[in-house]
């Protein structure tokens, strides 16, 4: 028997050998560090050491978002208001809240499912703000417009199962990106993505041992040694940005928008309106979605059990774009999703008593089209008039 | 639970480490518990099928020991077989029955079930019809100890898919177990290791690039459908014999000795060969409890021709509960029919190059011929229905020559996800099995490695746990013959 345990020993080494070449090579990153890839932690950290000390980054493309927030919430920078929502909300900053200690970790392309995965981050890294900003748009309730953000969606799953929701909306978070995976990965990606996905108790430790990701770990290897080397300047390898293009992150994590943008007029953006290219995104909105409403009662009723002040912030589009979103819902004879998710929301904040400020439909809102620099992205002042304006009107619940 | 799983690898150890310190009256109740506990693994209920079989056929061999009229002794044997028989039948084939006549009929006369089948039903029931057969004829005492028939009948290692055992061969050695023999211990790892390697390596790659190519025959190609057909050959044969493997080592291991079930069946000169090297526990079942009693060759030729299509049919049938495994059987009983038909051609073939000194040349042609035919069979075994394989036949024949240029092969094949990767682990590991298969058939290969020094046994072991890690498939599908 004692012989058989000395065989079985010698086995070690292997496993040794997977474990080493697991942690060092980690094509799917769980571990912290990137063999193949270095320059993408680099950019991620210039990012991080400059907000941590206070400094503006001009961002020269995509970036992965969630290490750059975990790492705000790991730092002992106070945070009494967290700005929650998508780049629409990118551009509100400490002005609106004067004397509060602001930090915008709204989520590019990000959802409702980000918002709440975001702030997930942020409880886990024990940070109770005061009170928690959360954007909206009109798209947050119905299906989902733009694809998940592959980083949160380890996130998005602890933050459902946290909230106690159905394990039916996890699976469809699981399918969401498991669809994205197959549709925008490159091969690599998408198998690092089932890794991400495929999350025991044991997770992501369970790894270091996997033999399947051994297999993982040395095909990336080989396609690293073999393949041409990609530009990878930003999160996913894209190449920098034109200058004119280029946003500034704050310290406050919120978002000066780039010169190009900046000089939108208003009759460009009203052309935009008419053209076809907005035609995905302006029409076609599927209608409430259960699951997302769903997740929308759990994650404010959670805020506030925890008391923290919630205040939901719906920033309109662009008017030209509303009113032709509008019209094709009346000819289709359908209600507008954006009046759907308004009602929604302004129900559901006159139960619990929760603040918003600004309304999805522009004249509401009292909105100019000058406002923006493109049809759903307001300019930074016109944000914080948005906001302020609410305030002032509505002096306290609505 | 699955051999190739993490769950099997806690599993084993755990048990073989209690089997080997426990004292040998205990060691039968541990091997019970255990084995029970694989089966429920999967579906707790169908473990009450179990009990009922065990039962059954634990009394009959009693009440047989005690009958002493030949008539009563038939009729208790019936009871069994009837019990067993009727137990498969409820489970495997009543919805094939009733889906068959209600579409004769084109109304609902009898309604489906849509019953799961229990895993392995086919190899235990014939397993336990076996026992109550063997003692029926006296060749078997009856076991009169319970705990030892009960683990007869579900001793994990081979008991969701075989070798399916007799009873003359496994109830001595389960009446009383050998201790802890650290060579025998080790030849079964070494027999497991080499099976999964044969599954996870080989087969369930494999499995990747057959799939979805049946999937959808009526988009494919000729050559890509025969490139699934051959590969199907090897994945069924690598997916049964490495699960036979991996049963028969880990039996060995618990010091209990399997019968052998596959000897390089690929390399038969003739099916009437095949059929000694495949499956060598269920058609030797067949030959000793249907073949011979029925007449064997001892009969006129007519008779003879009989004889093996009721073998084949029933052997097809036994596959499952669908008209291609009964064309697969019938298919392969012609074969053996039309071998005997062309038997003195053959012989003088033989004859031929004998004179000319040429023997190898005829044994290479049989064996490609053999194989052909053979793989052919499998797309009745493959197919869900006889129309589908009927189309692949049609469209094998079919577009051949654009694919024969390598980068548009390749291409069809990424199409699939089959990267050149997976065609050069295929090809080595296809490479190493035929090694293994040539060379196994002349001498043991576990005898001789045992026998070479510490640095070329351990350059083994260590390539074959390298070949598994870097070559196996980890999310591969189930066992195929689970589903018997």
Redesign the interface.
Known sequence: ?R??FI?FA??VP?VLL?AAVNRSVDPARFYGTHFLDPSRDQYEGAVIDNLLAGRSQVLVGPYNERLVLEAVFRSKRPIDTLVLGSSVAKPINGDSFPGENLYNAAIYGGELEEAAAVYQLAWENGRRPKRVVLEFHGRELGGRNWDIVPELVPVMLRVRKRLGLPSDDSESIRELFTQRADRTMPDNQSTAAQFVVDQSWLHPYDKLF???Y??FS??SLGNAWFDAPTVTVGSGGVAPQPEDERQVLCPDGSVLWSRKWLSHTAEQIRQLVQSDAMKPVLWNRPPLSPSHCRLFDAFITDLERSGIKVILVLVPPFPAAFDRMHDAYARAHKPCPLDECESYVRAFAKKHSIQIDGSLDPRKAGVAEDEFVDYIHMRRDALARLIARNNAAQQGPN | MLFDSLQFAVFFPIVCGLFWTLPQRFRWLLLLVSSYYFYMCWRPEYALVLVLITAIDFGVGIALARATEPKTRRLILLTSLAANLGILFFFKYYDFAARSLNSLTATVVVPELAMVLPIGLSFHTFQSMGYTVDVYRRKVEPERDWGTFATFIVFFPQLVAGPIERAGDLLPQLRHYENFDYGRVTNGLKLMAWGLFKKMVIADRLARLVDPIYAVPESQSGLMLALATVGFGYQIYCDFSGYSDIAIGAAEVLGVRLMTNFRAPYHSRSIREFWTRWHISLSTWFRDYVYIPLGGNQVSAGRWAFNILIVFFLSGIWHGANWTFLVWGLYHAVLIIAGRVTQGFTSALHGFSRREQRRRLPAAVGIVWTFLLVTAGWVFFRAPSIHVAMTIFQRMAADWQSFLIPARLAGHLSLIGWQSWDTVVICLALLALEIGDTVGLRFSIRKWLAEQSTVVRWTAYYLLVLALIVGGQFNGPPFIYFQF
Request: charge should be positive; glycine fraction near 0%.
């Open positions: 028997m012989r058989l065989k010698s086995f292997i997977v996997s033999p399947r051994f297999q040395l095909r």
